[in-house]
Antibody, heavy 124, light 108 residues
Framework: QLQLQESGPGLVKPSETLSLTCTVS??????????WGWIRQPPGKGLEWIGS???????YYNPSLKSRVTISVDTSRKQFSLELSSVTAADTAVYYC????????????????WGQGTTVTVSS | SYELTQPPSVSVSPGQTARITCSGD??????AYWYQQKSGQAPVLLIY???KRPSGIPERFSGSSSGTMATLTISGAQVDDEADYYC???????????FGTGTKVTVL
């Protein structure tokens, strides 16, 4: 059964870089059938798509975050990672990783299995 | 930036039908996905590619799409269906994902 687990610091200082890793178990991260995504949810607010990556390394980013976001994949470790630079209090949120299913171009993919989420607080 | 608009709240009596809409200009050419999120939990996929239901999702959840609007229907709503619901799709470029604004469903 597919499981995704987010890991990383729960507290990040303002202006520093937030780094999270998602470990995939129960399925192949190298499958050509999936994309892998990061989503966040600030306290009391809705879901926000951050970006997605294919096993080959192709990436898609939210335009509002693109200048600060890097998503990478390490197929040997069955992990994909998120880096968000120059964080502020507005980046405080629950961060989720997810598998994305679909067919054809990225445009037709959506999340099916989600990790449990990890809370990241930006504070000095 | 592209937006998917949902009603902030929907109320329904137990056993009745609730409909949640998701409006976006690119929806005629893109799929809608629907998620249920209960308090303190990760979202759960209810509907994918506009109308398909994953295994394990009750048949009372169904999806449809016409023009610029996708709709999630809960037929015979149960108290356990109280949750926040989100649609997801991509913008006209197909390169950027977007979540809807979210709808809080109350069953009472």
């Amino acid at each position: 059964q597919l499981q995704l687990q987010e890991s990383g610091p729960g507290l990040v200082k303002p202006s520093e870089t937030l780094s999270l890793t998602c470990t995939v178990s129960g399925d192949s991260i190298s499958s050509s059938s999936y994309y892998w995504g990061w989503i966040r949810q600030p306290p009391g607010k809705g879901l926000e798509w951050i970006g997605s990556i294919y096993y080959s390394g192709s990436t898609y980013y939210n335009p509002s975050l693109k200048s600060r976001v890097t998503i990478s994949v390490d197929t040997s470790r069955k992990q994909f990672s998120l880096e968000l630079s120059s964080v502020t209090a507005a980046d405080t949120a629950v961060y989720y990783c997810a598998r994305m299913i679909g067919s054809g171009p990225f445009a037709y993919y959506g999340m099916d299995v989600w990790g449990q989420g990890t809370t990241v607080t930006v504070s000095s | 930036s592209y937006e998917l608009t949902q009603p902030p709240s929907v109320s329904v009596s137990p056993g009745q039908t609730a409909r949640i809409t998701c409006s976006g200009d690119a929806l005629p050419k893109k799929y809608a996905y629907w998620y249920q999120q209960k308090s303190g939990q990760a979202p759960v996929l209810l509907i994918y590619e506009d109308t398909k239901r994953p295994s394990g999702i009750p048949e009372r959840f169904s999806g449809s799409s016409s023009g610029t609007m996708a709709t999630l229907t809960i037929s015979g709503a149960q108290v356990d269906d109280e949750a926040d619901y989100y649609c997801y799709s991509t913008d006209s470029s197909g390169n950027h994902g977007v979540f809807g604004t979210g709808t809080k469903v109350t069953v009472l």
